[in-house]
């Protein structure tokens, strides 16, 4: 072959390559709490597998950088599942403590919550009989804080531990890496730690402006945190120094939150008023109610922006939302009561961050 040849082919063969990973969107994993993963093509939107966690009731997930790892916090065993993407193996299983819930990951390591004085199911409403018997019995039995749980992936060990408060829930990184900041639903508090000695930073007090804080997200450039506050139907707005700098009303029992990529809007999946709501992150003004499905929790943006995705429980599927016209354009069956959902490639989302 001439040289010439040789490099129109070669050419030719680098458009080629670069046309179809400019055109691969990537992959969304679905964990169904009643099931396992599912497995969907963001590209055509279908459903192409799924993933046998090898224990019950997986909840939380978070997916490795490179992409080579999931990991899924299975409740009824308290375990975490590592499982290879590429052959859907179970790699190992890491047990973590009772109940783990959330999964979160930096770098190696995963860090997962768990509860070690939970009895399972919802909480009771606050002010109610249950509620005041629950409060007088945690008094009586000095119950257990919560924990978070820190997996070195490489090892697939569980070395170390960081104490949060009663039921956490909800895991972010602050933007300097350096801080772990946690919701802890049962006491009203959001904690913040030191990630390398565990050594509680501080503690904000959230039942001034609402009860139950669940979802928990840093914005894009560091400057500011949110976590919503289930049972106060808003979500806080805190400085860098966690300093309370305001309340922004939501629909009914929100969860979920984050900001997009560029920290220009903040999302928030209102679970009982059944809408994903979308803000202005400057001025707080709502842009817009998207009607949704039944217990819709957790939702990511695809890894190109252009759709969110979001995980309704109750609906037994994802739905596909335009970022763009803030519209619901497809529903995907995912069944068995689907949790949360995470990308590869990385993206934003109620439980992940994109990589850039």
């Known amino acids: 072959m001439k040289l010439s040849h040789l490099l129109i082919a070669t050419a030719v063969s680098l458009a080629i390559s670069n046309q179809a990973n400019a055109e691969y969107r990537g992959k969304a994993y679905v964990s ?48 975490v599942s590592i499982i290879d993407t590429a052959s859907h193996e179970v790699l190992s299983q890491v047990k973590v403590g009772q109940n783990p819930e959330f999964v979160r990951i930096k770098g190696d390591f995963a860090f997962v919550s768990y509860e070690p004085s939970s009895k399972g199911g919802p909480p009771p409403t606050p002010g109610s009989a249950e509620a005041l018997a629950a409060a007088k019995e945690s008094e009586d039995d000095d119950t257990e804080p919560a924990r978070i749980g820190i997996i070195d992936l490489k090892s697939g060990k569980k070395v170390g531990e960081i104490t949060g408060g009663p039921e956490t829930e909800g895991i972010e990184f602050s ?48 400057k500011t945190y949110l976590a919503t506050l289930e049972y106060g139907n808003k979500f806080l707005v805190m400085d860098k120094k966690f300093k309370v700098i305001r309340t922004v009303d939501t629909g009914a029992a929100p969860y979920g939150i984050t900001y997009d990529r560029k920290g220009e809007r903040i999302y928030v999946a209102a679970n009982k008023a059944k809408t994903l709501q979308v803000f202005d992150a400057k001025s707080y003004e709502k842009i817009k109610d998207v009607p949704t499905g039944n217990r819709c929790w957790h939702f990511s943006f695809t ?26 354009t497809k529903q995907v069956e995912v069944k068995n009561m689907p949790w949360g959902v995470v990308t590869y490639p990385k993206s934003t989302g109620s439980l992940d961050s994109a990589l850039k």
């Open 303 to 328: 890894p190109d922006d252009k759709e969110i995705l979001l995980a309704c429980g109750k609906s037994n599927a994802l739905l596909v939302i335009d970022a763009e016209k803030l519209e619901v």
């Open 32 to 79: 169904a709490q009643d099931a396992g993963i599912s497995v969907i093509d963001i590209e055509t939107l279908a459903l192409i597998g799924s993933i046998d966690t090898k224990a019950p009731s997986p909840r939380g997930l978070g997916i490795s950088n490179d992409g080579k790892l999931l990991v899924v916090a299975t409740r009824d065993n308290g375990s």
């Open 175 to 222: 933007k300097d890496g350096k801080q772990l900041i946690v919701t802890n639903e049962a006491d009203n508090t959001v904690t913040v730690h030191n990630i390398k000695t565990g050594k509680l930073l501080k503690t904000i007090k959230t039942h001034q402006y609402g009860d139950r804080p669940r979802g928990i997200k840093v914005s894009p450039d560091g």
